[in-house]
């Protein structure tokens, strides 16, 4: 018996799959799965919470760690060859803590001012174990994020972000460019 969902599984939850080599942990926990897609060569681990209120869909070879928390209330987008490692958190939607209205989802949405927004994390995209990423943010391709790091803000492309909230730190190298282009030339097709 196998600790991963199998493809048939995950249709019959209601998940819209269009690719293969899909390992899915069962220890997963996917909440409103017909707002979930998911492409080829996908892995998410252990513990890890999708909760799709809005759209989720995740691209290829992308890897997901254990322990992480994935909430869209609009759209969250996952591109291809990106990962996102242990314990982080990804919100679509964020209550306001300034004090001036209530938060929480029991109470009526007249007396919150939630933060809403589509996350949109591009090709190449490495996130740091235990960071935040906050609604409404594009996270370009070939970004890298530290560890422990609060996304508030959108990030250029082939840059290096960290720290709370997220700094530039330096330009992110593109050899695995090279790698890239020659793995999709001999190993597969996008």
Not at 50 to 77: D, M, W
Not at 135 to 140: G, K, Y
Request: glycine share 6%; net charge positive; hydrophobic share 40%.
């Amino acid at each position: 018996m196998s600790n991963f969902y199998t493809k048939e599984e995950l249709i019959n939850l209601g998940v819209k799959v269009y690719g293969n080599n899909i390992y899915i942990s069962k220890y997963v926990n996917i909440y409103n799965p017909t707002k979930l897609t998911l492409h080829d060569n996908i892995r998410i681990d252990d513990f890890t919470i999708i909760s799709c209120k809005g759209l989720i869909e995740i691209f290829n070879y992308v890897h997901i760690s254990a322990q992480c928390f994935i909430s869209s209330t609009t759209q969250i987008i996952i591109g291809n060859f990106s990962a996102i490692s242990v314990g982080t958190k990804i919100f679509g939607g964020c209550d306001d803590f300034l004090g001036e209205y209530l938060t929480n989802p029991t109470i009526p949405k007249k007396y919150t001012n939630v933060k809403i927004g589509d996350i949109i994390i591009k090709e190449n995209v490495v996130i740091g174990s235990n960071s935040v990423i906050m609604p409404n943010i594009i996270i370009n391709d070939g970004v890298a994020i530290g560890a422990n790091s609060f996304i508030n803000k959108n990030c250029d492309e082939w840059k290096i972000y960290a720290g709370s909230p997220i700094k530039f730190i330096k330009n992110r190298k593109k050899d695995c460019l090279k790698l890239l282009d020659d793995f999709k030339k001999n190993i597969i097709l996008l």
